[in-house]
């Protein structure tokens, strides 16, 4: 049985982690669940599942909840702010965190986890394109486990099950492209956020999505795969297959290609990182190779000219250090304002560009630590806020 801390609960991915608690309660027992703000679908996951604790950071939403638990006679313990989130991902009583806050928010509880001696089941890939270089080695140190969730890294991850490290050439990250595949610059300049929030294939938070629309989601995939697989970011391709039926393939020194295949549904990669190293039982719809819709995959590169977010994710993931750091940090900042409707849609690749220009210098030779990765997303969100607010329409 494992015991899950599940932060960022109430978002898509926290939800998913929950039905695939729901399917099996004998396997599972939740102990934390937390989010930012949204504390009346926290309510609703406290009476179902009776967590020890739970965290809303916004403290005075979180004073509410725990007035409406207390009437009702539960006694789940209600946390409050960033340190709440701590305690919660710390818990003696849990084995296994469950990262799925969205954004840089979710390093600094991941960070304390794994000093704690918990496994992380991670789908915030944002933890690893800041803070990889920490992280990654204190895993190791602590000898705890990390499991993928997001669900191209869960396909390498089960490709390489029983595989030799040193076996493997490349790795291919399939994208489906997202919903401005195909598209021009000139075309680009004009989508709007409607546009941008409907994905083809994919149901999935705000953040993601937008990230999505600019590929700049396959750009921290890149970064998240050299992490999880200590593989160099020129060694790992992407490969728009706009059906999202192939996970991602690897190829071994011996030419032999690797797939995972499934439907785009994320409880799988749940299931497959909370059940390690032994199976679930299925709960999304089977494969089937002879579903009409499935039997004609398709392959095209990326057009990196049009979606130029991947190049500087290459470029950043070469550098390492800081700049992947600055580079997310203001790729958030931009997501965000997008998102408010501040700035259009080639603003956020503007944005994101000028930041990574500017605190180059700024970066370049400090040490990496927990407090100079914290240090490098202030600055650069600052910086692009700043840069926000010179283009902001509103
Ligand atoms: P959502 O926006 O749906 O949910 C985000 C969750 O994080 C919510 O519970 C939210 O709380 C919480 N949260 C947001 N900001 C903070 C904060 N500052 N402190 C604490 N909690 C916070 O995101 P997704 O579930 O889509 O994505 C979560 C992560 O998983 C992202 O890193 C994403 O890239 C990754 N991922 C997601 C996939 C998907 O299919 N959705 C696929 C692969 C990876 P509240 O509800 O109160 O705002
Ligand atoms: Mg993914």
């Given at each position: ?103 840089f928010?979710?390093l ?22 800041a803070g990889?270089d920490i ?187 800081l700049?992947?750091t ?42 990496l630590t927990i407090d100079s990765v914290e240090q490098a997303d ?17």
């Amino acid at each position: 049985m494992r015991r899950l801390s599940i932060l960022g609960s109430t978002g898509s991915i926290g939800k998913q982690t929950l039905e695939v608690v729901r399917n099996a309660p004998e396997d599972f027992m939740v102990e934390a669940l937390t989010c930012n703000s949204d504390a009346d679908t926290l309510y609703s996951q406290v009476i179902e599942f009776r967590p020890k604790v739970c965290c809303v950071v916004d403290e005075k939403k979180a004073a509410e909840l725990s007035s409406r638990l207390k009437n009702e006679g539960i006694d789940t313990e209600v946390l409050s702010g960033r340190e709440g989130n701590i305690t919660a991902a710390t818990l003696d009583s849990c084995d296994t965190l469950v990262g799925a806050i969205v954004g840089f928010a979710g390093l600094e509880p991941v960070y304390h986890a794994v000093l704690s001696g918990k496994d992380i089941a991670l789908a915030n890939k944002e933890t690893l394109v800041a803070g990889g270089d920490i992280i990654m080695p204190l895993i190791r140190e602590k000898g705890v486990k990390m499991l993928p969730i997001d669900s191209e890294h869960s396909a390498i991850w089960q490709c390489l099950k029983g595989e030799k490290r040193d076996d493997l050439d490349r790795i291919m990250i399939t994208a489906s492209g997202g919903p401005f595949r195909g598209m021009t610059r000139d075309k680009l300049e004009n989508v709007t956020r409607e546009n941008a929030l409907q994905h083809p294939t994919w149901n999935m938070g705000g953040k993601i999505t937008i990230d999505s629309s600019t590929m700049m989601n396959k750009g921290l995939e890149i970064i998240e795969a050299h992490h999880l697989f200590g593989i160099s970011v020129d060694n790992i391709d992407v490969v728009i297959h706009p059906q999202s039926v192939i996970h991602s393939m690897i190829k071994m020194k011996d030419g032999s290609v690797l797939a995972q295949m499934g439907r785009p549904s994320m409880i799988l990669p749940i299931e497959v990182a909370l059940y390690y190293p032994e199976r679930g039982t299925a709960i999304v719809e089977e494969f089937d190779p002879f579903d009409a819709a499935l039997s004609n995959l398709t392959f095209e590169r990326c057009d990196t000219d049009v979606f130029r977010l991947v190049g500087l994710a290459y470029e950043a993931g070469r550098r390492g250090g800081l700049v992947p750091t600055v580079m997310n940090a203001a790729n958030e900042s931009a997501v965000r304002a997008f998102l408010a409707g501040r700035i259009g849609f080639l603003d956020i690749e503007r944005t994101v560009f000028e930041t990574v220009e500017k605190m180059d210098a700024v970066i370049g030779n400090t040490e990496l630590t927990i407090d100079s990765v914290e240090q490098a997303d202030t600055d650069a969100r600052a910086y692009a806020d700043e840069l926000i607010d010179g283009k902001s329409c509103s």
